[in-house]
Structures are given as structure tokens and as C-alpha cells.
């Protein structure tokens, strides 16, 4: 059932985002933190997938942009972006960007540990089903992360809004590949990606840090590129993808080359923006050309 707030609820979730902003701000008196998104966007992100109930997708997308954005950045974290799963239909995703291990650690346990997630928890897990599919990943080379976010739709700094579409294509890559599979990457498959329409957003790889807020488990032991793309519509990626399909000589001669380094077929999640997503505004790169 969706979530719905009585008079006195409104009042009580103002004073409670109120709290935790005072919060966050004495906290950051206290200590070093991230000052801005794009000094501290994003050196670090969690890549989450979350397996809903059928029929509660909207229900959370609903409660997590009303409540859980600004709430999250007031302690130090960054909402890079929400989705909704096209070939999902019970899936929500998103990106949470950190400036540092310390930072996530920090910025976790005050959100988490805070009145805005304790006040609205139970109804944000009543729509899920399974929430640990998720991923810490390190930009794949310096400048390759999401280095400038675009302003959210409705900010004062935010471009004209066109809800677009946003690829993350998971390239699960043979251990000892990894490190080089960023360059090869570069040097054999982007250009043709992109000449036939995709937007290069940001590019990143599995981390190997230590989970340091194990109350959130993160898989392990995966190594994985993730190239992330823009796309004007979910029409123009058909086209995309149709034209790298009938082109059997890139795909004999480039691509299956690649392939040798992969452990399966890449895995191609097709995200459509959440009205309040960053990455909603079109068209944005991360990476300069």
C-alpha cells in the first residue's frame, strides 16, 4: 500500500529533515568532509539494484525522492541518479556517489543511524524484496568518474530537462584482464559505440576496498567494467543497438577479440530517469572529449 503522511506526519518529517541538516552541518564543523559535488563526486559509487514487490516500484520512488535525497546529501553523500529498470518492471536503481571510504563510512552511519531514515524505514522496506545487489566501483582511470553532476531538474543551475535514457553495460572481465581491459576498451570498441549514438557518461571497476558499513552488504570477489552511456530515447538505443548487430564485420573483427577477455556475455541494465535524477538532464558527459 502506498505510503501516505497525515497533517502531523508533514510536521513531524519537516522537523525531522530539519534535525538532520543541523546535524549534518555540526558534524562538518567538526570535521573535514566533502564540500561540494564536484570536488567530492565521485570517487567512489555504489552502483544498487533493488528487487521489489510487484506493483511497489512507484510506491518507493515516490518515498526515496521525496525523503532520501537531500536528506543523504546533507550528511555527505551524493544522489547521482534514480532509476527505473525498462526490462525490470520490479526493479529500482540507483547510484550513490562518495568522496572516500572515510566518507562513506561517515555519511552511511549518520543517514542510517538519523530521524529521517528511522521515520520512514519500515515503509521503504515494505517495498522490497531483496536489496543487497550492489556494487562499490572506482572510476576505470582519473577523469573517467563522474567528475561535474549536472544540476537536479527544478535547481536554479539544472539544463532543460528531457527524461532520456541512461545505459550501464557490465563487462564482467577475466581477473587477470581487468586492469588493462579499461584501455583495450578505449582503444577497440568506444569509438564505434559512439559513432553509432551512444554518449560516453563515466566509466568505473569493481573496487577491492574493504566494506567498511558491513550493516549494507556488497558483492565481492567480481571484476567488472561498467561503462556507463546516454542515450536520447529508448528509440535511439534500438537503433544503436541494431546498427552494432547487422555490422558482422565490427562484430567478427573487434568484438569477438574483446569477448576473449569476458567471462559472459555483457549485462546491459536500460535506466530511465526518475523525474528528480541528476542525470535526467540532457545531454551530460562526465568525461571530456
Not at 543523504?72 to 527505473?84: C, D, S, Y
Not at 526518475?274 to 535526467?280: C, F, I, K, N, Q
Amino acid at each position: 500500500m502506498a505510503y501516505r503522511r497525515s497533517g502531523r506526519s508533514d510536521t513531524v518529517s519537516r522537523v525531522l529533515v530539519l534535525a538532520a541538516i543541523v546535524a549534518a552541518m555540526n558534524v562538518a564543523a567538526r570535521e573535514p568532509g566533502p564540500v561540494s559535488t564536484e570536488d567530492s563526486c565521485c570517487k567512489l559509487i555504489e552502483l544498487r539494484q533493488y528487487n521489489l514487490h510487484p506493483g511497489q516500484r512507484d510506491v518507493l520512488i515516490e518515498l526515496f525522492d521525496r525523503e532520501f535525497v537531500e536528506t543523504q546529501e546533507a550528511v555527505g553523500m551524493t544522489v547521482i541518479g534514480q532509476f527505473r529498470d525498462l526490462d525490470r518492471p520490479d526493479y529500482f536503481v540507483w547510484l550513490r556517489g562518495f568522496h572516500d571510504m572515510e566518507a562513506r563510512a561517515r555519511g552511511l552511519a549518520a543517514f542510517y543511524g538519523g530521524p529521517v531514515w528511522h521515520a520512514h524505514s519500515q515503509a521503504a522496506n515494505a517495498t522490497m524484496i531483496d536489496s543487497d545487489n550492489v556494487l562499490l566501483l572506482e572510476p576505470a582511470a582519473p577523469g573517467k568518474g563522474f567528475e561535474k553532476l549536472p544540476g537536479r531538474p527544478g535547481e536554479a543551475n539544472a539544463a532543460p530537462m528531457s527524461p532520456g535514457l541512461i545505459t550501464a553495460t557490465l563487462y564482467y572481465v577475466k581477473p587477470e584482464a581487468l586492469i588493462a581491459f579499461g584501455d583495450r576498451f578505449d582503444a577497440s570498441i568506444l569509438k564505434k559505440l559512439e559513432q553509432e549514438g551512444a554518449r560516453t557518461v563515466a566509466q568505473y571497476v569493481t573496487s577491492n576496498k574493504t566494506n567498511n558499513f558491513p550493516r549494507l552488504p556488497i558483492r565481492s570477489g567480481e571484476h567488472i567494467f561498467v561503462w556507463f552511456a546516454q542515450f536520447d530515447s529508448s528509440e535511439t538505443f534500438e537503433t544503436y543497438r541494431a546498427r552494432l548487430a547487422k555490422d558482422h564485420e565490427w562484430q567478427q573483427r573487434v568484438w569477438s577479440i574483446v569477448r576473449q577477455d569476458l567471462t559472459r556475455e555483457p549485462e546491459v541494465l536500460r535506466l530511465a530517469p526518475t523525474s528528480r535524477s541528476r542525470l535526467r538532464v540532457l545531454p551530460y558527459s562526465a568525461i571530456s572529449h
